[in-house]
């Protein structure tokens, strides 16, 4: 199994931007996942924010449309996450999760792997 660990969390105004990674190492091969955050606001369930797969299709959640743009490096084993124009409501903690399956599904249940997540705190 994948592990995954995320990393780029941190305290911003509103407006300002952060890019989050998250890199995979051991089982499985990166490449052949599709890949995903998610994020967990306090007291709320978790959420489906973006998601790549294998075949570079790309999909982000529309709350986030426009402003998070997803990507990921294949050589380097590493995925990102691009937030610009930062929202109080994006304050969350960001989970990087894989999938062995080039579809993108809107469930965390459907993630085979996850990490322990990234804080991201956006203050008015």
């Known amino acids: 199994q994948v592990q995954l660990v995320e990393s780029g969390g941190g305290l911003v105004q509103a407006g300002g931007s952060l890019r989050l990674s998250c890199a995979a190492s051991?089982?499985?091969?990166?490449?052949?996942?599709?890949m995903a955050w998610f994020r967990q606001a306090p007291g709320k369930e978790r959420e489906f924010v973006a998601a790549k797969t294998i075949k570079d299709v790309t999909y982000h959640t529309d709350s986030v449309k426009g402003r998070f743009t997803i990507s990921r490096d294949n050589a380097k084993n590493t995925l990102y996450l691009q937030m610009n124009n930062l929202k109080p409501e994006d304050t969350a903690v960001y989970y990087c999760?894989?999938?062995?399956?080039?579809?993108?599904?809107?469930?965390?249940?459907?993630?085979?792997?996850w990490g322990r997540g990234t804080e991201v705190t956006v203050s008015s």
């Open positions: 051991g089982g499985g091969t990166f490449s052949s996942m599709t």
């Open positions: 999760e894989a999938r062995d399956a080039d579809t993108i599904v809107l469930t965390s249940s459907e993630y085979n792997s």
